[in-house]
C-alpha cells in the first residue's frame, strides 16, 4: 500500500545530505546524525539498507563513511521509496478486499494512484533536490531552530497549485513533500 513514512523522508534527506556534503573523504554517519538530529545506530539502519540496493557505498575505517554509488543525477526519489518500502515489508499492493466493488473499482483505482505517485518520484532526481537545497541554503548543515517547517514550505515551494503541505512537526523530523512532486496526494 502507498505510504509515505518517517523512515522514508529520513532515507530521502540522508541521501540529499551525503550529496550536498560529498567530496573527497566519504560522509560520516556521525556528521549525518548532527545534521539531522537523530540517533546514529537509528540512522544507521536505513544507510546499510541503501548501500545493500546501491544507492549508497560504505567506506570502512577511522575515516570512514558514505558516498553515492551512482552519480547524483541517475539516483530518483523513486529508488530510494523502493527500498525503503522493502525494508518496511511493502513489497506488494496488499488492500485485502474481496468484494466485487473493491476488486473492480477500489483496488485499480488505488494501483493507478500508487502508479502515479511512483512516477513522479521516479522523475525526481538527487541532484534536483541537491539544486533546490544549494538555493535555499540548506546544505550547509546547520538545522534551522525555531522555525517552523510548515513556514519553510509554504515560502520556498510553491507550485502551481498553491503552497505545499507539510507533515513535519519540526525541524528535527523535516518531512516535507512538494505538493507537484505528489501530485497532490498528501492528505490535508
Do not use: N
Not at 2 to 24: P, Y
Not at 27 to 39: C, E, F, K, T, Y
Not at 45 to 72: D, F, S, T, W
Not at 109 to 138: K, N, T, Y
Request: aromatic share 4%.
Amino acid at each position: 500500500m502507498l505510504r509515505l513514512t518517517k523512515k522514508l523522508a529520513l532515507a530521502v534527506e540522508a541521501v540529499v545530505d551525503i550529496a550536498c556534503h560529498s567530496g573527497i573523504e566519504p560522509v560520516q554517519s556521525q556528521d549525518i546524525a548532527q545534521r539531522l538530529g537523530l540517533p546514529k545506530r537509528y540512522l544507521e539502519q536505513v544507510m546499510q539498507q541503501l548501500v545493500r540496493a546501491g544507492i549508497l557505498k560504505g567506506v570502512r575505517g577511522p575515516r570512514g563513511g558514505y558516498r553515492l554509488a551512482r552519480e547524483r543525477r541517475r539516483i530518483s526519489v523513486g529508488d530510494v521509496f523502493r527500498v525503503v518500502r522493502g525494508f518496511e515489508g511493502e513489497d506488494e499492493l496488499t488492500l485485502g478486499s474481496t468484494s466485487e466493488l473493491g476488486c473492480r473499482v477500489m483496488i485499480p483505482f488505488w494501483a493507478s494512484l500508487e502508479h502515479e505517485l511512483m512516477r513522479q518520484l521516479e522523475a525526481v532526481s538527487i541532484e534536483e533536490l541537491v539544486a533546490r537545497a544549494d538555493v535555499s541554503d540548506a546544505c550547509r548543515g546547520r538545522r534551522l531552530r525555531g522555525l517552523s517547517c510548515r513556514r519553510i514550505a509554504s515560502s520556498q515551494f510553491t507550485g502551481a497549485t498553491g503552497p505545499t503541505r507539510s507533515r513535519a512537526r519540526c525541524c528535527s523530523q523535516a518531512t516535507l513533500f512538494d505538493e507537484a512532486a505528489t501530485g497532490g496526494l498528501m492528505a490535508p
